[in-house]
T-cell receptor, first 109, second 113 residues
Framework: AQRVTQPEKLLSVFKGAPVELKCNYS??????LFWYVQYSRQRLQLLLR??SRESIKGFTADLNKGETSFHLKKPFAQEEDSAMYYC???????????FGQGTRLTINP | DGGITQSPKYLFRKEGQNVTLSCEQN?????MYWYRQDPGQGLRLIYY???????QKGDIAEGYSVSREKKESFPLTVTSAQKNPTAFYLC????????????FGQGTRLTVV
């Protein structure tokens, strides 16, 4: 079965420190992976997708098919990064979109 | 103003009653989704639909039903068979093209008393 696992429910780091939010997936086909973010009192929205290989708000994520991982990283955390982060896997063809349990990131001043 | 709209924002129902949550989109998206969001459990997929007149069960479909009679609309009914219906419900839609993102509504908080 397709599954997304985010092992950390809570993550707290100091401003300026590096951040890594972990995501592992289980899927036998070619994955489409995304990171979504939910800021306080805002809608869930896309942060980045693996196919773009770009940096958004300083965040990057690399797909590692050997380790079936898609970890989200930022070298220097900012207070405005505090939010709920979800990793998501889309199954092409079926259009099924599954999410991990989410990680609440808190950046301390 | 394009987007995806869920209504109502808050909903209260008595135990044993069915209730229907509305989700409408004007993004011309084929795929639509319903999720349940509970603290510490992330977003769990209830139902999804690839196209009009078609829908599939997600991971926690028991006690829920949906319909997809129009491309723009994907209502979710929470039936009396759902054992723990009090939750925050999120609707989303996306294009069927590869690597496209999903767009989310603002959610409906259902409280069953």
């Amino acid at each position: 079965a397709q599954r997304v696992t985010q092992p950390e429910k809570l993550l707290s780091v100091f401003k300026g420190a590096p951040v890594e939010l972990k995501c592992n997936y289980s899927y036998s086909g070619s994955p489409e992976l995304f990171w979504y973010v939910q800021y306080s009192r805002q809608r869930l929205q896309l942060l980045l997708r693996h196919i773009s290989r770009e940096s958004i708000k300083g965040f990057t994520a690399d797909l590692n098919k050997g380790e079936t991982s898609f970890h989200l990283k930022k070298p220097f955390a900012q207070e405005e990064d505090s939010a709920m982060y979800y990793c998501a896997l889309k199954i092409q063809g079926a259009q099924k979109l599954v999410f991990g349990q989410g990680t609440r990131l808190t950046i301390n001043p | 103003d394009g987007g995806i709209t869920q209504s109502p924002k808050y909903l209260f129902r008595k135990e044993g009653q069915n209730v229907t949550l509305s989700c409408e989109q004007n993004l011309n998206h084929d795929a639509m989704y319903w999720y349940r969001q509970d603290p510490g459990q992330g977003l769990r997929l209830i139902y999804y639909s690839q196209i009009v007149n078609d829908f599939q069960k997600g991971d926690i479909a028991e006690g829920y039903s949906v319909s997809r009679e129009k491309k723009e609309s994907f209502p979710l009914t929470v039936t009396s068979a759902q054992k723990n219906p009090t939750a925050f419900y999120l609707c989303a839609s996306s294009s069927r093209q590869r690597h496209t993102e999903a767009f989310f509504g603002q959610g409906t908080r259902l409280t069953v008393v």
